[in-house]
């Protein structure tokens, strides 16, 4: 009796010990998970410093040095911190904002150097630093203060620890500027002793930019200095290289916050940021709110699994994913619009836009995004993608012409194609709410202008190659060819026949830059000649980022014509494998976008995502989950140098949430995700009206990388993609793995047909 009392005892314990693990495991913060410093060193141009999800402030670390590694600001290999600026890109190879710099100082350091154009600043090392969603932090060692940043949506929030001295400052640089960023006018004025404003009107990579700001300070400064150019001036003052130093008197541990509204429009609009979205100068409070507006999104997808560090790397791109497109529009919707890009501010012409029924965003990195980010968006962020369109279409209304990659209210034309196109027609297929035929409209106009090579490619059918640096002929051709396509579904869908008849024709033209001969798609001449000494792993001006191998396989609306034009299937296959296979050479002169090289496979830039997953096309699928395993455990970790390129404003991190879910988006805008192989044991995705969608495995292990069959609400599927309807429907897509490929677990191979929208 006694041993069964024992017995009792030890399984009560037992169970108790397993519901405690239970509880734990349930209750432990998914932003515990995420390490913003994921693609702070190497290729990977991020920023570690604190926003919220899609916020417009992004209050980050400046190294203060120009250069490549530190487009975004910092780099983890440094050493100096020379102050924290409100704006920054995520992931880009472009060098812009940086906009308003703070720096805190005292007497105990004074040293200059000409690397960092002779700015303070204070050395730091990875040990007295920290970041998560929504907060950073960093000792500067040489003044022994304590850094700390959050931020709401439009105001970033700062909280400096000082030591005992006489001799405090805090330096405010509106003439700071890095890589291609260059202040064209400042201003600053003192409002009273504890609040200063000003503006920062800049250009570089997007031209005319804007920023107005308030900054109110938790304590009041004794007195200030301006600075112009290093030389004294008094305020109001208005330059282009001013700063202003306010100067205080310090105890031991004592802390100041300062609170810097933002906004492209007035500095009252900057104060209303300000008094709706903070009370008081409790910083840990707004810590709080950003943690747990962080926490929230990241919920919508939950995961099991026993890989800590795979999750980590999981939320890190989940997290990734929501940095970019930025929010615009001040608290009552005012925004400097995308047709003051050229100065009419200057001229006396001031143009002020508002969105009146949706929030305005910026920040399009759309030859990346269209491609994963905005799909994904399409599924946990259903409540923004309405938004996002008609952020589009205001741009369309601003300047005539959707964006190509817009920057704060302006255009930066980076890049090519019109794809805010797909991102369009993606979001009217899955049935998100705007003005439809605004929308097309907007598509078709944007379609048929006369620059970027637009009015030459509607004329012969194909860009030509010409001696420009950034011809991208190619490229260029293709990619509009896949726009079109988009533009002719939507208009079979409005019933607009002509116009589906026209933009369907021209969405094949890619094939009038293929040459059967090689069977390459190569450049051509004015004469509809092909170019000669075409080498297919060769690195040319006619395509964009990328060579032949990595554009051959991009016609993603006709993926069984490009099959036939290869010369079918078991050509199809060979010319894949090879491009798995086909190592470049030691003496072979890579460029810098080259990165994440699988054979001619190079991860580290968008024209490859969606090639692993043809092999779907050819009913090998244990080759596409060979190879995306591959990618999702090779290509991404969870270090600084955990990229293996550019994240490029979420698209590199939504191929990794997408792809470890176990499904991608070939065809960005056709409705349909292709299957892979999922990475995690279970996932749900939390969906709108309390529904959910799960994706679960049988026989999960290390070992069992292949698929033995797949099911869906408990119903064999039958064929190697779902649809958006299926998912956003809720329900349960089930994996049985197992440790050897198959291929033979379909009745027929069953692909989503071209011209067809799911």
């Not at 509880?23 to 604190?50: E, H, M, S, W």
């Not at 290999?77 to 720096?103: K, P």
């Not at 004294?232 to 031991?252: A, R, V």
Request: charged letters at 25%.
């Amino acid at each position: 009796m006694k041993n069964l009392c024992v017995y009792f005892f030890i399984i009560v314990l037992f169970c108790s010990c397993q519901k405690e693990k239970q509880r734990q495991f349930a209750a432990k913060n998914l932003v515990d998970y995420v390490n913003p410093f994921i693609g702070t060193d190497g290729p990977g141009n991020t920023y570690p410093g604190a926003t919220v999800p899609f916020g417009m402030v992004q209050l980050s670390p400046d190294i203060g040095i120009p250069g490549w590694d530190r487009i975004a600001g910092y780099y983890y290999q440094d050493s100096i911190i020379t102050g924290f600026s409100h704006t920054h890109l995520t992931g880009t190879g472009a060098g812009d904002l940086y906009d308003i710099l703070v720096m805190p100082t005292n007497s105990r350091f004074s040293k200059r150097i000409k690397e960092n154009n002779y700015k303070p600043f204070s050395s730091f090392n990875h040990i007295q630093e920290t970041a998560s969603p929504g907060y950073y932090a960093v000792d500067l060692l040489d003044y022994n203060i304590r850094a700390e940043l959050t931020a709401t949506k439009r105001v970033g929030i700062h909280r400096y620890t000082f030591p005992k001295d006489e001799n405090t400052q805090i330096h405010v640089d509106l003439g700071y500027a890095l890589n291609w960023d260059k202040p064209t006018s400042t201003f600053v004025e003192r409002f009273n002793d504890s609040v200063i404003r000003g503006y920062r009107m800049s250009t570089g990579w997007a031209r005319n930019q804007r920023l107005y700001f308030e900054m109110q300070f938790s304590k009041s400064f004794k007195s200030y200095e301006i600075l112009d150019d290093k030389k004294q001036d008094n305020l109001p003052f208005g330059g282009i290289n001013s700063k202003i130093i306010l100067k205080y008197s310090t105890i031991d541990n004592e802390q100041i916050i300062i609170k810097t509204g933002l906004s492209t429009t007035s500095f009252e609009a900057a104060h209303k940021a300000i008094k709706k979205e903070t009370v008081g100068f409790n910083f840990d409070r707004y810590r709080e709110n950003a943690k747990s507006v962080w926490e929230k999104e990241l919920q919508k997808i939950k995961l099991k699994s026993s890989d800590d560090n795979n999750k980590s790397i999981f939320y890190t791109m989940l997290y990734q994913s929501m940095l970019a497109p930025t929010l615009l529009s001040d608290i009552d919707g005012t925004y400097k619009a995308a047709n003051d890009e050229y100065g009419l501010y200057k001229a006396g012409k001031d143009t002020i836009a508002t969105a009146n029924d949706f929030n305005r965003y910026d920040t399009f990195s759309l030859w990346d995004t269209y491609r994963a980010a905005h799909p994904l968006y399409t599924i946990i962020q259903p409540e923004r993608v309405p938004d996002m369109v008609k952020s589009l279409l205001a741009h369309y209304k601003e300047t005539d012409e959707l964006p190509v990659w817009s920057l704060h209210g302006s255009e930066t034309n980076m890049m090519i194609g019109y794809h805010a196109v797909p991102v369009i027609v993606d979001a009217y297929f899955k049935g998100f709410n705007f003005d439809a035929e605004l929308a097309y409209k907007a598509c078709k106009e944007s379609a048929m202008v006369d620059d970027r090579q637009i009015d030459v490619y509607m004329k012969k059918g194909y860009v030509p190659a010409d001696d420009g640096h950034e011809n991208w002929s190619v490229s260029k051709t293709m990619e509009y060819a896949y726009d079109d396509w988009c533009i002719a579904m939507f208009a079979k869908d409005l019933k607009k026949m002509g116009d589906y008849d026209y933009f369907i024709k021209r969405s094949e033209n890619w094939k009038n830059l293929y040459n059967q001969k090689t069977s390459w798609i190569q450049p051509k001449n004015t004469k509809n000649e092909f170019l000669p000494n075409f080498i297919a792993k060769a690195y040319t001006p006619y395509f964009c980022e990328s060579n032949a191998w990595q554009y051959y396989w991009y016609v993603p609306q006709n993926i069984d014509e490009l099959m036939t034009k290869t010369g079918g299937k078991e050509r199809f296959e060979q010319k894949l494998d090879s491009m798995f296979s086909y190592y470049p050479k030691a003496d072979d002169k890579l460029p810098l976008f080259s990165t994440g090289m699988i054979g001619q496979y190079a991860h580290g830039n968008e024209p490859s995502h969606h090639v692993a997953y043809l092999y779907n096309y050819l009913n090998k699928p244990s080759k596409t989950q060979k190879l995306v395993r591959e990618i999702l455990e090779n290509q991404y970790k969870n270090e600084p140098n955990g990229h293996c390129g550019n994240e490029d404003c979420g698209q590199m991190s939504s191929w990794y949430i997408f792809s470890a879910l176990g499904f991608y988006p070939v065809n960005p805008a056709q409705g349909v995700y292709l299957i892979g192989i999922p990475l995690f044991e279970e996932a749900e995705i939390q969906l709108q009206n309390e529904k959910s969608f799960k994706i679960k495995t049988k026989n999960f292990s290390e070992e069992n990388k292949f698929i033995e069959r797949i099911s869906l609400n408990g119903k064999s599927l039958n064929r190697l993609y779902i649809t958006h309807k299926e998912i956003i429907s809720g329900g349960v897509l089930e994996f049985v793995m197992r440790n050897r490929a198959n291929d033979n677990f379909l009745d027929k191979l069953d692909m989503p047909k071209p011209n067809k929208i799911y």
